[in-house]
């Protein structure tokens, strides 16, 4: 009986004695980190790099761009309709004219950005008038002629632009002298009196 007693005994100081050698585990929480070295330890952490972002492209109206600003260039364009209307004036007025021909002057209004022309404004319209004279010198002779004109397109009614024009273009054979003038400024001469050479002279003929 107290054999087995002793084996029971010393069965337990062995356990024991191999618990004791082992130790209880460190948690692994109590490992601490390795620090860090360097310069790397002391810098902050750097933010991502953000884009700025594009500004938006602006598409102007149809109305912005049609009242943009305009670039202006001198133009001209047919007359149409008023040549006839001219001819048969002065073949009313018993004014022999080998050639009538209408042209309208003014400005282009051109799109800066395009180049593209969106309007034109009429200034006014130039009345060319080829008349068969036999003398060019005879300057009572060219302006009663040049009288009859003018009071023969005084007739033709409203033309294209406020400031109405005639070029009257004396032909002597192969020569010829031109003369240019405003239907107004002409009017305005022949209602002070002005008749002849003295009317040719004022309209600015150069013989």
Do not use: E, K, R
């Given at each position: 009986m107290r054999r087995g007693l002793n084996v029971t005994l010393l069965a337990?100081?062995?356990?024991?004695a191999?618990?004791?050698a082992q130790g209880p585990a460190a948690p692994a929480s109590a490992v601490p980190a390795a620090p860090a070295s360097g310069d790397a330890a002391q810098r902050p952490p750097t933010a991502a790099p953000t884009e700025t972002p594009a500004p938006p492209t602006v598409t102007p109206s149809p109305e912005a761009a049609a009242n943009a600003p305009c670039g202006?260039?001198?133009a001209s364009a047919d007359a149409p309709g008023v040549p006839e209307k001219a001819q048969a004036a002065l073949t009313a007025a018993g004014v022999r004219?080998?050639?009538v021909r209408a042209s309208v002057y003014g400005e282009n209004c051109v799109d800066p950005q395009s180049g593209a022309v969106r309007e034109f404004l009429p200034m006014g319209t130039t009345v060319e008038v080829e008349?068969?004279?036999?003398?060019?010198?005879d300057q009572d002779a060219l302006g009663t002629l040049a009288a009859q004109v003018v009071a023969a397109l005084a007739g033709i009614g409203e033309t294209p632009g406020p400031m109405p024009e005639a070029r009257l273009i004396f032909a002597a054979g192969q020569e010829r002298k031109g003369l240019q003038f405003k239907l107004a400024?002409?009017?305005d001469r022949l209602a002070e009196g002005l008749t002849g050479g003295e009317l040719l002279r004022a309209l600015g003929y150069a013989p």
């Open positions: 337990l100081l062995l356990l024991l191999a618990c004791g202006y260039t001198w004219a080998t050639a008349l068969p004279v036999t003398d060019l010198a400024d002409a009017q």
